[in-house]
């Protein structure tokens, strides 16, 4: 048994809207004149302290409980799952 | 749902000559269901629209009823049904900014929300997983544009578990004078403000008029997700415009974009518009096509003439909302639309804005004969502590506390009937005055599953007693019908059954329907139909808030009187699905001129302050609504059941579970209950002194001399509020 941290990301899939985006890049970024950054897209973020043999084993369990316990909503959302480096 | 070939064909016949590719999709999302009515319009006619509150009806984004002399109340219901059952949380939430937009049309200030929610079973993880969605789409939504969500109405039941149906209603005041009138006339601008158009949502409509599909993943282009933020800018930035008198008409951007708000615009006003796509605003590269039909939110269309344009346009610009001048009204009744100078389509509005109209095969299923199934031969009867603990616990009874704390219902300082102590929500205008209006939204799916006709009508009914039990005048009401497939005949009965229950007990109880909506293709992706289901939102008058009355006990040694006559109908009552699993039987009558007679008893009772606490005895029956005004109350009730007008009761159960109409519980100040019997007396109304108040914490059932029921109050309290470990504990 070993300790892994596995990070998750989620975000909007590509094609749906991010208003809380748009407004941090329209209303802060651009405002202040940040004019370099061309979009901003924001998401959610998990780290999880996983105890299990394998750092494989540890992704797959935190897929699972993703998917299974509605973290993140398959129709809308990207995830990605992957160990802190 | 694409076009079929008869209507390409008509489409041909109306151009006189091949569509394009535009005109094409432009028929295509104004022509579907969600927004032509076209299976229900014909039908739709049978209700009473008219009345003397009534000042704008049918027809606009939202009608306006004269709530006082100088106050009009604008209100309206929406279904967001087909959103929520893939993206609960932005299915929800979009549902509240397309309800909000449609009461800032007329240019009210949106005050209120409603929600009506028939959910999945807390237990089944795929609907638990809506329910936690769904509440939180709206409440995120409505907290962040500062509108408080006061009243509506639950029900969970596993016809729900995969499409639920989300309902919501919001409600505006405006002064008589102000509302938003005008009349167009050629030359006059269309603005389009708000959100840029985008490719989301494109033809959600279409999408909203077809099942469900067993891979939603699909559906992506129908994901949309609110933006709270810039539906704030909306609303103050319209209020400005209002108030300076600066537009002429305004008009939601809804299902079918800017095609349906040009063509209903034109058809209405018999004119035709010039639109030059370039010039919207625009988040993405689009097509023509897809600027015609994207249903991106939060955008709406308003009518200046040109002296005013450059005021308008100032005024935008201040309260930084984006915002183009996207062409102008014309004589000819023709809508062209232009890109870059090249014409895209050119349709005539009338023929685009209202496609012939459908009268759609209509037959009752075999299922539909369970409604007319007397009961005589129930189950041996339980143990009714055991039997009113369960209900109590009953998501479909128990508080819902853990839906409507997680609202801001108090933002605005309006609320002066809070949700969960009062039959309806009660709210004051805030003009200086005491006066105010009341609100609540119901359904019984189960009934209108059951016995669509009555069920319907019974819907009207509860929420006419709940206005009337918190002191309110009804004056009008909105209703959404939301039904299955309108091209199955047994599941058009359903629709056309409901709708005329509706039409006939809004005509008896003299309430105007003054809008609705319907909504179709309320299946899972098997083809079964979710529980057919009317929801009635209602307003009342309120003359003076001070005196609205809730339905906690009060005092104790005052005394418990029931309203009306209690009828052996247990059939579709929540007490036979609890305890027995039956969902069958005729469900309770409708009675409109009881419902009549024992309204007006209890709104003198209220305004002549003989009362402390008013409820009106729905799911759950009599005993249910006993209970929950001592929970509520904190006060123990003792009642003898000998003492309660009924008539043909054979056993108790019947009794004390009932849900028989036109009923009321209330509870009378101990030193006016003389005057209330005369007054009961002398209108006919038919009570029974039946009980009193305690001053310690225990529900006691009588039968004369002997004890039928004796229960904690903290015992059944906890029952009650279980309904948070359903949802919390369930998945």
């Known amino acids: ?85 | 749902m694409p076009l079929t070939q008869e209507e390409v064909e008509e489409i041909r016949k109306i151009l006189g000559r091949e569509p394009t590719v535009e005109e094409l999709a432009m028929f295509e999302a104004q022509w579907s269901e969600h927004c032509s009515y076209k299976s229900s319009r014909l039908l739709l006619k049978l209700l009473p629209t008219e009345g003397m509150h009534v000042v704008v009806g049918p027809g606009r984004d939202a009608p306006a009823v004269r709530l006082f002399k100088d106050f009009a109340i604008v209100f309206k219901i929406e279904s967001h049904n087909h959103p929520s059952a893939v993206d609960p949380y932005d299915g929800a939430a979009t549902g509240i900014g397309g309800i909000v937009r449609d009461i800032l049309t007329l240019g009210a200030k949106p005050v209120a929300l409603l929600d009506m929610l028939y959910m999945g079973e807390p237990w089944d993880p795929h609907a638990n997983w809506l329910i936690r969605g769904i509440v939180k789409g709206i409440s995120d939504y409505g907290n962040r544009i500062g509108v408080p969500t006061v009243a509506g109405d639950t029900w969970f039941d596993y016809a729900f578990n995969t499409q639920p149906l989300v309902n919501v209603a919001c409600v505006g005041i405006v002064p008589l004078n102000r509302l938003v009138l005008g009349s167009i006339r050629p030359g006059d601008y269309i603005i389009i403000m708000g959100n840029a158009t985008g490719r989301d949502g494109l033809l959600g409509s279409s999408f909203a008029s077809k099942p469900l599909a067993e891979d939603t993943d699909k559906e992506i282009g129908a994901v949309q997700v609110g933006d709270p933020l810039t539906e704030k800018l909306l609303i103050d930035a319209l209020q400005i415009l209002v108030s300076r008198r600066l537009v002429k008409y305004i008009k939601d951007l809804g299902g079918g974009g800017l095609t349906t708000a040009i063509s209903e615009t034109c058809a209405d006003h018999g004119l035709g518009a010039a639109i030059e796509l370039e010039k919207l605003h625009i988040r993405q590269k689009l097509t023509p096509l897809e600027l015609l039909v994207s249903e991106s939110q939060e955008r709406m269309l308003v009518v200046v003439e040109p002296v005013k344009l450059s005021e308008v346009e100032e005024i935008l610009r201040n309260y930084d909302v984006m915002y183009s001048v996207i062409g102008r009204f014309t004589e000819d009744g023709v809508i062209k639309v232009f890109c870059n100078g090249v014409k895209v389509a050119e349709v005539p509005a009338k023929e685009l804005a209202r496609p012939r109209a459908v009268r759609r095969v209509s037959h009752p299923p075999a299922e539909a004969l369970k409604g007319l199934k007397p009961l005589y031969s129930l189950p041996p009867e339980p143990s009714y502590e055991e039997a009113l603990t369960k209900l109590l616990s009953s998501p479909n009874i128990a508080s819902k506390r853990w839906i409507y704390e997680q609202y801001d219902h108090e933002v605005g300082v309006r609320t002066v009937v809070k949700p969960g102590l009062g039959d309806a929500a009660v709210l004051r205008l805030l003009d200086g005055s005491s006066r105010g209006f009341a609100i609540k939204g119901d359904a019984n799916p189960r009934y209108t599953s059951i016995d669509p006709f009555n069920g319907a009508a019974n819907s009207v009914a509860e929420c006419f007693r709940n206005l009337v039990a918190v002191g309110a005048k009804p004056i009008a009401i909105v209703d959404e019908l939301n039904a299955g497939n309108p091209e199955k005949p047994e599941h058009f009965w359903y629709f056309e059954m409901m709708l005329k229950g509706l039409a006939w007990m809004a005509e008896e109880l003299r309430l105007p329907v003054v809008g609705g909506k319907v909504s179709f293709y309320n299946e899972d992706h098997r083809g079964r139909q979710v529980k057919p289901t009317t929801t009635i939102v209602g307003v009342g008058r309120v003359k003076d808030v001070s005196r609205a009355v809730t339905m906690d006990l009060k005092e104790s040694d005052s005394v418990i009187a029931v309203v009306g006559v209690t009828y052996p109908e247990l059939g579709g009552s929540e007490y036979l699905y609890k305890v027995f699993g039956l969902e069958e039987g005729e469900i309770p009558r409708p009675r409109p001129a009881s419902e009549l007679r024992n309204a007006k008893l209890i709104l003198k009772a209220v305004e002549l302050g003989l009362v402390n606490a008013v409820h009106d005895i729905s799911v759950g029956g009599f005993a249910v609504a006993l209970a929950e005004m001592a929970i509520l109350g904190n006060l123990g009730v003792e009642v003898d059941l000998d003492l309660v007008h009924a008539r043909g009761v054979m056993r108790l159960d019947e009794l004390l579970f009932s849900e028989t109409q036109a009923r009321y519980v209330v509870e009378v100040k101990s030193n006016r209950v003389e005057e209330f019997k005369r007054l009961a007396q002398r209108m006919g109304v038919r009570i029974s002194l039946a009980g009193r108040v305690l001053d310690k914490p225990v529900l006691i059932l009588l039968k004369g001399s002997k004890t039928i029921l004796s229960a904690d109050l903290g015992l059944l309290r906890d029952s009650y509020n279980s309904l948070e470990k359903a949802i919390e504990g369930g998945a």
């Open chain 1, 1 to 85: 048994m070993s300790t892994h941290l596995v990070e998750v990301i989620i975000t909007s899939k590509a094609g749906v809207r991010d208003p809380e985006g748009e407004t941090i890049h329209k209303h802060l970024i651009l405002k202040k004149g940040y004019s370099a950054i061309t979009s901003v897209r924001t998401g959610k973020y998990l780290l999880m302290t996983v105890n299990t043999n394998s750092a494989e084993e540890a992704l797959k369990i935190v897929k699972e409980a993703c998917e299974k316990l509605r973290i993140y909503n398959p129709i809308v959302h990207d995830i990605e799952v992957r160990l802190r480096a």
